[in-house]
């Protein structure tokens, strides 16, 4: 019984604020160093025959630290700390820029095939060609796809492609003795973007927005000149719109001698229907976990691939992959053709399992799947926009939108709930939030992104949930959401507080 608390948020607590229904148990779980004893072990290892001599008196003397758990208990801690948060396999996460799509089972069963997943990254080359094949085939889709000649596989994330891309635009500035200092960004751009070109030594400087949601040439134009390494640009933008200008965006930024850096991360909107590398783009980061469906880590593992111009693939950082007679090989070494190559990004080769899951999305979809990938991803969004149109002000009326519909906190004018209070009612109603108050261009914003993997039928009932709170914030219920959520583990928590002030260390 003592797994089976009622927890933290009492059920006479839920019963006495929750708008409607009853609910189940909450397990208030304590952290897996709580639970396990220190003189226990889950596992039944023979003793080891211990030659400490090669040690050099390095072997440890004190006890690792790690709680000891049965296999059921360790598997129900994990299972029940699962169950605590949303999923995506659960119901619609409409994470705005995020790209939560379905994760399709083949991709995990393929990935699972012991020559992939029980691969080591130091095996001789001659043993893991089949590997290498794949990332191989992979680089070839990701270069069709973009229309750009080279690519870096190895960046673990979308972030960290953006700084393999930097860096590569760095390299080819520094080998014309050319020490440009300036990266323009948007006002609407990630804070990722900002900061990358921080991390790589730029100073930022912010390009602005016309008020129909895209960049400014003119002010663009006017921030360009001799200083200007780069432009970062995502296309479709953080306000789910096309920038038309793009080209214009490409000629101006090349004339000025700086690089398009094209943030990649809302790929999904346009793969198999537009060729980034045809828009004059220099490099673009692409999230295999949005776009090409592998899972959305916990902060890793990602894959953040980098498609690179011809004038940026001599800087490309080690290793990639080349075939010849012999059949496949990496080039690790900055010598022969990566002489010029950047550095080097990770230990190793990247991350191989997203490589697999990624490339199976991609051929199990074939050119025309992927091409409607898009078309869905943008109809759905757009159905979206329509519908939550009645109640809700959309930021940028006028037009369809791409991927994903963005809102703003007009129509809550004089209701006394906020942004906030909408992304934590919609927990109560099972769904993730949207994404809020991001991008920063727009007042209390709220950007959804359905992608083209939900059903209508989920659509629906997202926006019929979204509806019928909009409906009772007019109608002045602000109690509904001034508490929200009701019904999830934990009630109204202190974001900033949990970000500023994180605890990441259990002491006893
Ligand atoms: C997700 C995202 C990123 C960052 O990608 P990570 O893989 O989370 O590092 C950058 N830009 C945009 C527009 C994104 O949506």
């Not at 537009?274 to 295999?288: F, Q, T, Y």
Request: charged letters at 20%; hydrophobic letters at 45%.
């Amino acid at each position: 019984m003592n797994m089976l608390n009622v927890g933290r948020v009492t059920r006479s607590e839920l019963a006495a604020d929750a708008p409607s229904e009853a609910h189940g148990i909450v397990h208030d779980e304590p952290l897996i160093f709580e639970l396990g004893g220190w003189e226990k072990t889950g596992v039944d290892l023979p003793d080891p025959e211990l030659d400490a001599g090669d040690l050099a008196g390095l072997l440890r003397q004190a006890p690792i630290g790690l709680p000891g758990l049965s296999e059921p208990e360790t598997l129900r801690h994990y299972v029940r700390l699962s169950q605590k948060n949303h999923a995506i396999d659960l119901a619609m996460y409409p994470l705005g820029s995020c790209t939560m799509k379905h994760n399709p089972r083949l991709n995990e069963k393929i990935a699972r095939l012991p020559g992939f997943a029980d691969l080591h990254p130091m095996q001789p080359v001659s043993t893991v060609q089949g590997a290498l094949a794949v990332m191989d085939l992979l680089a070839h889709w990701l270069k069709t796809l973009t229309g750009l000649p080279a690519v870096a596989l190895s960046p673990k994330a979308g972030a960290h492609g953006e700084l393999c891309g930097l860096l590569a635009i760095r390299a080819a500035h520094e080998a014309r003795g050319d020490a440009r200092r300036k990266v323009l960004v948007p006002s609407s751009a990630h804070g990722t973007n900002p900061a990358t070109a921080a991390l790589a030594g730029y100073q930022v400087e912010e390009i602005a927005q016309t008020p129909n949601g895209r960049v400014d040439l003119a002010d663009l134009a006017a921030k360009l000149g001799p200083e200007a390494a780069a432009v970062m640009v995502t296309n479709p933008n953080t306000c789910g719109l096309f920038e038309r200008d793009v080209l214009e965006i490409a000629r101006l930024t090349h004339e000025a001698g700086a690089y398009f850096y094209c943030d990649g991360a809302n790929f999904n909107a346009i793969v198999g229907r537009v060729r980034p590398g045809d828009l004059g783009v220099d490099a673009m980061h692409i999230n295999l976990h949005k776009t090409f469906s592998t899972p959305h880590g916990g902060g890793g593992p990602g894959a953040g691939p980098v498609v690179l111009s011809q004038a940026l693939a001599p800087y490309a950082p080690t290793p990639w992959v080349v075939s010849g007679a012999a059949g496949f090989d990496l080039v690790e070494e900055r010598r022969g053709e990566a002489a010029s190559a950047f550095g080097r990004l990770c230990a190793f080769h990247g991350q191989m399992g997203m490589y697999v899951r990624a490339l199976t999305y991609m051929m199990s979809h074939g050119a025309d799947g992927l091409r409607q990938v898009a078309d869905d991803a943008v109809l759905s969004a757009n159905y979206v926009k329509a519908r939550l149109s009645e109640a809700m002000t959309a930021a940028f009326p006028d037009g369809p939108c791409m991927h994903e519909a963005l809102f703003d906190d007009r129509w809550l004018e004089g209701t006394g709930v906020t942004t906030l209070d909408i992304a934590k009612a919609l927990i109560d109603q099972g769904f993730h939030p949207m994404t809020m108050y991001f991008p920063l261009v727009v007042h209390g914003a709220m950007l959804i992104e359905p992608t083209e993997t939900e059903p209508k039928r989920e659509i629906d009932r997202f926006c019929d949930a979204l509806l019928d709170l909009a409906a009772a914030a007019k109608a002045g219920e602000t109690a509904k959401f001034k508490g929200a959520p009701f019904k999830a583990p934990l009630r109204r928590l202190d974001e900033t507080a949990a970000a500023r002030k994180p605890r990441l260390r259990w002491t006893p």
